[in-house]
T-cell receptor, first 115, second 111 residues
Framework: DTGVSQDPRHKITKRGQNVTFRCDPI?????LYWYRQTLGQGPEFLTY????????KSRLLSDRFSAERPKGSFSTLEIQRTEQGDSAMYLC?????????????FGSGTRLTVV | AQRVTQPEKLLSVFKGAPVELKCNYS??????LFWYVQYSRQRLQLLLR??SRESIKGFTADLNKGETSFHLKKPFAQEEDSAMYYC?????????????FGKGTLLTVNP
Protein backbone atom coordinates (compact mmCIF):
# COMPACT_ATOMS: atom_id res chain seq x y z
CA ASP A 1 0.00 0.00 0.00
CA THR A 2 1.66 3.23 -1.12
CA GLY A 3 -0.93 5.49 0.46
CA VAL A 4 -0.81 7.44 3.70
CA SER A 5 0.03 5.21 6.67
CA GLN A 6 -0.84 5.90 10.28
CA ASP A 7 0.32 4.07 13.36
CA PRO A 8 -1.11 2.83 15.64
CA ARG A 9 -4.63 2.17 14.39
CA HIS A 10 -6.02 2.18 17.92
CA LYS A 11 -4.70 3.52 21.19
CA ILE A 12 -6.27 3.23 24.62
CA THR A 13 -4.61 5.26 27.32
CA LYS A 14 -5.29 6.38 30.84
CA ARG A 15 -6.03 9.99 31.53
CA GLY A 16 -2.88 11.92 32.20
CA GLN A 17 -0.62 9.76 30.06
CA ASN A 18 1.23 10.98 26.99
CA VAL A 19 0.61 9.47 23.57
CA THR A 20 2.36 9.80 20.23
CA PHE A 21 1.00 9.00 16.79
CA ARG A 22 2.92 8.62 13.57
CA CYS A 23 1.98 9.43 10.00
CA ASP A 24 3.89 8.45 6.86
CA PRO A 25 2.63 10.46 3.88
CA ILE A 26 2.88 9.59 0.22
CA UNK A 27 6.55 10.12 -0.54
CA UNK A 28 6.20 12.78 -3.22
CA UNK A 29 3.67 14.82 -1.22
CA UNK A 30 5.32 17.74 0.52
CA UNK A 31 2.22 18.89 2.41
CA LEU A 32 1.00 16.97 5.43
CA TYR A 33 -2.08 17.69 7.52
CA TRP A 34 -3.48 16.53 10.84
CA TYR A 35 -7.20 16.48 11.49
CA ARG A 36 -9.34 15.33 14.39
CA GLN A 37 -12.76 13.78 14.05
CA THR A 38 -15.24 13.16 16.84
CA LEU A 39 -18.52 11.30 16.66
CA GLY A 40 -21.10 13.04 14.49
CA GLN A 41 -18.66 15.66 13.26
CA GLY A 42 -16.65 16.15 10.13
CA PRO A 43 -12.86 16.24 10.32
CA GLU A 44 -11.52 19.37 12.04
CA PHE A 45 -8.22 20.92 11.02
CA LEU A 46 -5.41 20.79 13.58
CA THR A 47 -2.20 21.69 11.80
CA TYR A 48 -0.29 21.39 8.56
CA UNK A 49 3.27 21.17 7.33
CA UNK A 50 4.96 22.08 4.12
CA UNK A 51 8.09 19.97 4.09
CA UNK A 52 9.46 20.29 7.65
CA UNK A 53 7.90 23.70 8.36
CA UNK A 54 4.73 23.83 10.44
CA UNK A 55 2.83 26.63 8.71
CA UNK A 56 -0.49 26.78 10.50
CA LYS A 57 -1.96 25.59 13.78
CA SER A 58 -5.61 25.57 14.74
CA ARG A 59 -6.86 27.04 18.01
CA LEU A 60 -7.99 23.47 18.70
CA LEU A 61 -4.33 22.59 19.17
CA SER A 62 -3.77 23.41 22.83
CA ASP A 63 -0.31 23.58 24.35
CA ARG A 64 -0.64 19.89 25.27
CA PHE A 65 -0.46 19.05 21.57
CA SER A 66 2.71 19.17 19.54
CA ALA A 67 3.42 18.05 16.01
CA GLU A 68 6.69 17.60 14.23
CA ARG A 69 7.85 16.63 10.80
CA PRO A 70 11.60 16.20 10.95
CA LYS A 71 13.31 16.10 7.56
CA GLY A 72 9.99 16.70 5.85
CA SER A 73 9.07 13.03 5.71
CA PHE A 74 6.99 11.32 8.41
CA SER A 75 5.20 13.32 11.08
CA THR A 76 4.39 12.72 14.73
CA LEU A 77 1.56 14.14 16.80
CA GLU A 78 2.05 14.04 20.56
CA ILE A 79 -0.60 14.69 23.17
CA GLN A 80 0.66 15.26 26.69
CA ARG A 81 -1.41 14.74 29.83
CA THR A 82 -4.31 13.29 27.88
CA GLU A 83 -7.86 14.18 28.86
CA GLN A 84 -11.10 12.33 28.12
CA GLY A 85 -12.03 15.08 25.68
CA ASP A 86 -9.05 14.08 23.56
CA SER A 87 -10.81 10.84 22.63
CA ALA A 88 -11.27 11.04 18.88
CA MET A 89 -10.08 9.76 15.53
CA TYR A 90 -6.87 11.49 14.49
CA LEU A 91 -6.50 11.67 10.74
CA CYS A 92 -3.42 12.42 8.71
CA UNK A 93 -3.52 13.49 5.07
CA UNK A 94 -1.04 14.58 2.46
CA UNK A 95 -1.26 16.44 -0.84
CA UNK A 96 0.89 17.07 -3.89
CA UNK A 97 2.89 20.28 -3.98
CA UNK A 98 1.20 23.34 -5.40
CA UNK A 99 -2.03 21.62 -6.34
CA UNK A 100 -4.72 22.17 -3.77
CA UNK A 101 -7.29 21.27 -6.35
CA UNK A 102 -6.27 17.64 -6.28
CA UNK A 103 -7.49 17.37 -2.72
CA UNK A 104 -5.97 15.25 0.00
CA UNK A 105 -5.14 11.59 0.42
CA PHE A 106 -6.13 10.47 3.88
CA GLY A 107 -4.76 7.75 6.10
CA SER A 108 -6.95 5.30 7.98
CA GLY A 109 -6.59 7.27 11.18
CA THR A 110 -5.61 6.54 14.76
CA ARG A 111 -8.51 6.08 17.14
CA LEU A 112 -7.63 7.37 20.60
CA THR A 113 -9.65 6.39 23.63
CA VAL A 114 -8.78 8.06 26.92
CA VAL A 115 -10.15 6.21 29.96
CA ALA B 1 -14.35 32.59 8.35
CA GLN B 2 -15.16 29.59 6.22
CA ARG B 3 -18.03 27.30 7.01
CA VAL B 4 -19.70 24.30 5.37
CA THR B 5 -23.24 23.24 6.17
CA GLN B 6 -24.75 19.88 5.32
CA PRO B 7 -28.34 20.18 6.54
CA GLU B 8 -29.17 16.47 6.44
CA LYS B 9 -27.47 14.08 8.85
CA LEU B 10 -29.29 11.11 7.36
CA LEU B 11 -30.72 10.47 3.89
CA SER B 12 -32.46 7.28 2.87
CA VAL B 13 -33.55 6.44 -0.68
CA PHE B 14 -34.50 3.35 -2.63
CA LYS B 15 -32.28 1.82 -5.28
CA GLY B 16 -32.86 3.49 -8.63
CA ALA B 17 -34.21 6.69 -7.12
CA PRO B 18 -32.49 10.05 -7.63
CA VAL B 19 -30.41 11.34 -4.76
CA GLU B 20 -29.26 14.83 -3.83
CA LEU B 21 -26.98 15.56 -0.90
CA LYS B 22 -27.06 19.22 0.00
CA CYS B 23 -24.06 21.39 0.79
CA ASN B 24 -24.00 25.12 1.46
CA TYR B 25 -20.91 27.12 2.21
CA SER B 26 -19.84 30.46 3.57
CA UNK B 27 -16.64 32.04 2.31
CA UNK B 28 -15.80 35.60 1.35
CA UNK B 29 -13.63 34.78 -1.65
CA UNK B 30 -13.64 32.13 -4.38
CA UNK B 31 -13.48 28.75 -2.73
CA UNK B 32 -12.57 25.34 -4.02
CA LEU B 33 -15.19 22.74 -3.18
CA PHE B 34 -14.85 19.00 -2.78
CA TRP B 35 -16.95 15.98 -1.92
CA TYR B 36 -15.34 13.22 0.12
CA VAL B 37 -16.85 9.81 0.76
CA GLN B 38 -16.24 7.23 3.46
CA TYR B 39 -17.53 3.72 2.85
CA SER B 40 -17.97 1.37 5.78
CA ARG B 41 -14.60 0.45 7.35
CA GLN B 42 -12.67 2.40 4.71
CA ARG B 43 -10.69 5.59 4.83
CA LEU B 44 -11.98 8.97 3.76
CA GLN B 45 -11.44 9.42 0.04
CA LEU B 46 -11.91 12.16 -2.51
CA LEU B 47 -14.99 11.75 -4.68
CA LEU B 48 -15.29 14.99 -6.64
CA ARG B 49 -13.60 18.34 -7.15
CA UNK B 50 -15.65 21.24 -8.46
CA UNK B 51 -12.77 22.54 -10.51
CA SER B 52 -12.59 19.39 -12.63
CA ARG B 53 -16.30 19.30 -13.48
CA GLU B 54 -16.14 15.54 -13.63
CA SER B 55 -18.64 12.76 -13.01
CA ILE B 56 -17.43 10.04 -10.68
CA LYS B 57 -19.46 6.86 -10.09
CA GLY B 58 -22.41 8.68 -11.67
CA PHE B 59 -22.22 11.56 -9.19
CA THR B 60 -22.00 15.19 -10.27
CA ALA B 61 -21.85 18.43 -8.34
CA ASP B 62 -22.19 21.98 -9.62
CA LEU B 63 -20.87 24.99 -7.81
CA ASN B 64 -23.58 27.65 -7.57
CA LYS B 65 -21.92 30.82 -6.39
CA GLY B 66 -25.18 32.75 -6.24
CA GLU B 67 -26.71 30.26 -3.83
CA THR B 68 -23.32 29.35 -2.30
CA SER B 69 -24.15 25.69 -2.80
CA PHE B 70 -22.38 22.58 -4.05
CA HIS B 71 -25.01 19.87 -3.98
CA LEU B 72 -24.07 16.31 -4.92
CA LYS B 73 -26.45 14.52 -7.27
CA LYS B 74 -26.93 11.12 -8.83
CA PRO B 75 -29.89 10.25 -11.03
CA PHE B 76 -30.13 6.57 -10.07
CA ALA B 77 -28.81 5.54 -6.67
CA GLN B 78 -27.16 2.14 -6.19
CA GLU B 79 -26.84 0.12 -2.99
CA GLU B 80 -23.06 0.48 -3.14
CA ASP B 81 -23.49 4.25 -2.84
CA SER B 82 -24.41 3.80 0.83
CA ALA B 83 -21.73 5.71 2.72
CA MET B 84 -20.93 8.86 4.68
CA TYR B 85 -20.50 11.90 2.44
CA TYR B 86 -18.64 15.05 3.45
CA CYS B 87 -18.60 18.35 1.65
CA UNK B 88 -15.40 20.34 2.09
CA UNK B 89 -14.10 23.80 1.22
CA UNK B 90 -10.63 25.17 0.68
CA UNK B 91 -9.94 28.87 0.59
CA UNK B 92 -7.74 30.83 -1.75
CA UNK B 93 -4.65 32.82 -1.19
CA UNK B 94 -1.63 32.72 1.06
CA UNK B 95 -1.13 29.51 2.96
CA UNK B 96 -4.82 28.71 3.22
CA UNK B 97 -4.56 25.10 2.16
CA UNK B 98 -6.66 23.64 4.92
CA UNK B 99 -9.98 22.00 4.22
CA UNK B 100 -13.08 22.87 6.20
CA PHE B 101 -15.53 19.98 6.32
CA GLY B 102 -19.25 19.79 6.90
CA LYS B 103 -20.63 17.38 9.49
CA GLY B 104 -21.50 14.84 6.84
CA THR B 105 -24.59 13.09 5.52
CA LEU B 106 -25.10 9.36 5.93
CA LEU B 107 -26.67 8.04 2.74
CA THR B 108 -28.48 4.72 2.86
CA VAL B 109 -29.69 3.18 -0.38
CA ASN B 110 -32.30 0.52 0.28
CA PRO B 111 -32.89 -2.44 -2.07
Amino acid sequence: DTGVSQDPRHKITKRGQNVTFRCDPISEHNRLYWYRQTLGQGPEFLTYFQNEAQLEKSRLLSDRFSAERPKGSFSTLEIQRTEQGDSAMYLCASSVPGERSYGYTFGSGTRLTVV
Amino acid sequence: AQRVTQPEKLLSVFKGAPVELKCNYSYSGSPELFWYVQYSRQRLQLLLRHISRESIKGFTADLNKGETSFHLKKPFAQEEDSAMYYCALSGHGGSNYKLTFGKGTLLTVNP
